[in-house]
């Protein structure tokens, strides 16, 4: 603990430190490790540890070191300081206090000596807030000892010392859960984590650890809690009962409920707080594991009582809020009232929107048992479908049918049952019959507008730009077409013009539309449209407004169980894909792609996260992963994502890159491109090809020019002089576009032309150009976790090799005999083993396993960074 030190001779020379903070931050155990490690160091150590009951005793914390005490206190102290001084190592004498805010005045006094005369080091933890003697506090303040003030962790910080501890990735959302639960204290934090890894509450699921729900306190844990607190009179119980279980609560609406003297004594002791929020002054528990403690050791009567009083509370100051209503559903739900149909479906619908769908279908389902019409069953029919219960939802709509009576809720009853055959159970055929039959009968244009926007999401989703575009345009064209229709029409026209590359058009559009985020039935088609934008921006190239939009649907799913989350993840990766940050678009997609996996998929999400997954891997250059996750993504490809057929075939192409194979994954890009061509989406083509000059194709230049005079944004256009700067091998020219890529925000793509500038400079004989070319590949490299590409492992190899040489050696370092990359390549088993000899030769390696080793060596020495 070398810090320590350091710290203690900051000021004046003073000989220690002081840790202070609050309870549980880890002053103990940092104090504690300090001394462990001057022991070793040929320090000798002592340690003291204060507690209250000691407190009455002069020098009652120096007890088990210094004996009985004596009736004299300067005699006591003088040998009080001669014991703790006693026999020094060659390092001194290190002495730690711990808990100094409770020591009597004559310890006190003794700790202030010793740090007067400067004879020992001192180490002093005392707990913030609370009364310290003088003494104590002098130690400071008059410079005699620095001092440190400890912070809880942070939430990254308790990320990190998750994944430390427990040795793999966490899941961001269990690990926020974590943080927010213990407020970053290392003490809760433990005691939490272990009582969960006991009970397998807390576990590893598909390479990640995640922790699906809340498990109840261990012993432990509660204890420290009671300690905290300490004992509480009736009254005090009762506010810290009602805020455990309906918190927050207004301040006025606390104070009725308890009495106005328990709150005031509740927020002085700190039990509580009460912050400023408009008029309503929202009182909390002061700690969340306080309500965690007490929800847990309540008796189920006592806690259903508590809630029916809350729920009729909240209910009669009016329940002005969304939140309020819902909260006042969920009490009453597990309370001793009667149920009430109407309030518990229409908080269902404000679950949704809240992207709760577990608590919307809870809710659902008990609005239909307590006698609930048609809306209270297509609540749960759209929670059931939302959250991948495909086959309990089609069931559901069975009785939604029979219970509708006009067009209006007839039509209400289609777009789920159209929308849980399309995505959930994958029967898109049978939805889009449906959906023409429900246009043949209904006449009403409220009713048909929905439809026909509905319409227009399907012809975008299974690649028909035109047809989703005119059909958009019609809804949107009409009067007051109504949030759902909205949406819809911006899957649509999203799909439709972003997929042809008329992206300026069609961000035009929708900032026109003002996009509603927030309606009942509307919530989760807003996430999706979400996901089409991300995709069409990330094509574009248009990053900045692509990480804006990442970023708020990532405000707008924290703290939100279920799905939300997981959507959140997957546009991240897509976000840092664009950038071409491989490893954490890996990480990111990988912690959707597991949760999925355990869950059931409420609609293609597993073969979107899969898709960027396996993306990730291969531009990252793990080459097994990436064929792993491939072999999956080939398994889970789901029919409702037509239009991302070309991707498909350009995630293949990066795994053929990363196992080597440049030539392959080239022929990958053309056909992504062909695909793209069949369907009418320029903007994928551009990306295709663009993909195939960065993996060394000379020959898309001419194609790339002519795609850059229809497809609108800065990323067909700097394709266009990608292509063209390479077909002429103007390593200048791959120099400027790199430039501009970077400016751009696509780092990867601009490392991949710096490094093809850098190998051209070479060929060219511009060793000093080459070598300022190949720095700046490296650098841009880094910046995206250490991605590995065709162009950047050219100029890592210390000899020069023919690419052909290369992409065999690459191969050979992945495993595949003569025969397999002779298969793999098309050529004949002799034009491999020539080539293998001539790498093997330039390289002076003996033979083809040690070739394989020398490759396997430098890709692990230039790309060491790991998921």
């Known amino acids: 603990m070398r810090f320590i030190a350091d710290m203690t001779r900051r000021r004046s020379g003073a000989s220690g430190i002081v840790l202070a903070g609050e309870a549980g931050v880890g002053k103990t155990r940092l104090a504690r490790e300090a001394l462990d490690h001057a022991a070793g160091r040929g320090v000798t150590v002592r340690w003291a540890g204060a507690t209250r009951s000691a407190r009455s005793l002069p020098l009652g914390a120096f007890g088990p070191i210094v004996g009985e005490p004596g009736t004299d206190p300067i005699r006591l102290l003088r040998r009080a300081m001669d014991t703790l001084l006693a026999n020094p190592g060659p390092g001194g004498v290190l002495i730690g206090i711990d808990d100094a805010h409770l020591l009597d005045d004559v310890s006190a ?3 202030h000596q010793l740090a007067l005369r400067r004879s020992a080091t001192l180490v002093v933890t005392l707990r913030s807030g609370e009364p310290t003697p003088d003494a104590i506090t002098a130690l400071w303040k008059d410079g005699h000892l620095g ?77 420290l809690v009671d300690a905290r607190i300490g004992r509480l009179s009736d009254e005090l119980c009762e506010v810290v009962d009602l805020l455990a279980f309906g918190e927050p609560l207004g301040a006025s609406l606390l104070t009725a409920l308890a009495t106005p003297s328990a709150v005031e004594q509740a927020e002085r002791r700190g039990l509580i707080t009460i912050d400023g929020d408009g008029r309503r002054l929202p009182a909390r528990l002061a700690h969340p594991l306080y309500g965690e403690v007490q929800r847990a050791r309540t008796s189920t009567l006592r806690a259903r009582a508590l809630r029916g009083r809350l729920a009729t509370a909240i209910t009669s100051s009016g329940a002005r809020r969304g939140e309020d209503l819902l909260r006042a559903a ?4 597990d309370s001793d009232m009667a149920p009430d149909p109407a309030m518990l479906t229409d908080a269902g619908w404000r679950a949704t929107q809240l992207f709760d769908l577990g608590l919307a279908a809870r809710l659902g389902r008990a609005a239909c048992v307590a006698g609930g019409g048609f809306g209270s069953h297509l609540l749960l029919a759209y929670a059931l479908s939302w959250q991948g219960r495909s086959l309990e939802a089609e069931q559901q709509l069975e009785r939604v049918f029979a219970l509708a009576e006009n067009d209006d809720q007839r039509t209400a009853a289609t777009v789920p049952m159209v929308g849980n055959l ?154 840092e894909l664009a950038t071409g940050r491989a490893r954490t678009a890996a990480r990111a997609a990988h912690r959707a792609s597991a949760a999925l996996a355990e869950e059931l998929d409420p609609g293609g999400w597993v073969f979107n996260s899969r ?59 053309h056909h992504a491109a062909e695909t793209a061509v069949r369907f009418g989406h320029a903007a994928q083509e551009v990306v295709a090809l663009h993909t195939a000059a960065c993996f060394g194709d000379h020959t898309v230049g001419p194609r790339l020019a002519e795609l850059a005079s229809i497809v609108d944004g800065p990323r067909a256009q700097l394709a266009a002089a990608h292509g063209t700067a390479l077909a002429r091998q103007n390593g ?84 595949l005999s003569n025969k397999d990359v002779a298969e793999r390549l ?12 001539r790498a093997c030769t330039k390289l002076r390696v003996a033979d083809r396993a ?18």
């Open 732 to 815: 200048d020219a791959l120099d400027a576009v790199s430039a501009e890529l970077e400016q751009m925000g696509t780092l990867l793509i601009a490392a991949d032309a710096a490094a093809q500038a850098s190998s051209l400079h070479q060929r060219h004989g511009s060793a000093a150009r080459s070598a300022v070319s190949a720095a700046r590949a490296r650098a841009l490299a880094s910046a995206c976790d250490g991605a590995r590409t065709p162009a950047l492992a050219a100029i890592t190899q210390p000899v020069a090799l023919t690419a052909r040489e290369r992409e065999i050696a690459m191969l050979v370092a992945n495993g």
């Open 330 to 333: 969920v009490l009453a739900l």
């Open 850 to 867: 040690a070739l394989a080793e020398a490759i396997r060596a430098e890709t692990n020495a230039s790309y060491s960074p790991r998921l």
């Open 147 to 223: 001092r440190l003030d400890l912070q809880p962790l942070s939430e990254d910080e308790t990320a990190g010392l998750l994944e430390a501890v427990l040795g793999g990735q966490v899941d961001s959302h269990s690990a926020h859960d974590l943080w927010k639960i213990t407020r970053g204290n290392l003490l809760f934090l433990h005691h939490l984590v272990a009582a969960e890894l006991d009970s397998g509450h807390l576990r590893e699921v598909n390479g990640i650890w995640r922790r699906p729900g809340r498990s109840r306190p261990s012993q432990q844990l509660t204890e």
């Open 109 to 111: 006094l003794l700790v």
């Open 611 to 669: 898709l960027s997954l396996t993306e990730a891997l291969g531009m990252a250059g793990d080459a097994t992963a990436a064929r792993q996750s491939l072999t999956e993504l080939d398994r889970v490809v789901h029919p409702a994502f037509a239009y991302r057929a070309p991707d498909i075939t350009l995630a293949r192409a990066w795994v053929a890159a990363a196992e080597g194979a440049v030539r392959e994954a080239i022929g990958h890009a």
């Open 826 to 837: 098309t050529v004949s088993v002799r034009t491999v083993e020539g080539h293998v000899y």
């Open 422 to 575: 399309f995505f959930g159970l994958c029967r898109t055929d049978e939805a889009e019959s449906i959906l023409r039959a429900a246009l043949d009968s209904v006449s009403g244009r409220p009713a048909r507008l929905v439809l026909e926007a509905m319409s227009s999401a399907v012809d975008g989703l299974l690649g028909r730009p035109r047809q989703a575009v005119a059909r958009a345009r019609a809804v949107l064209a009409a009067p007051e077409p109504g949030d759902q229709a909205v949406l819809f029409a911006g899957w649509g026209i999203g799909l439709g013009l972003g997929l042809q590359g008329r992206t300026g058009e069609l961000l035009a559009i929708l900032a026109e539309l003002r996009l509603p985020a927030g309606t009942s039935e509307t919530s989760m088609l807003w996430f999706a449209l979400a996901q089409i934008r991300v995709v069409v921006l990330r094509m574009a190239g248009r990053l900045a407004d692509l990480r804006q939009l990442a970023q708020h649907c990532a405000e707008l799913a924290a703290d939100t169980p279920g799905i939300a989350p997981l959507i959140s993840d997957v546009l991240l990766a897509e976000s």
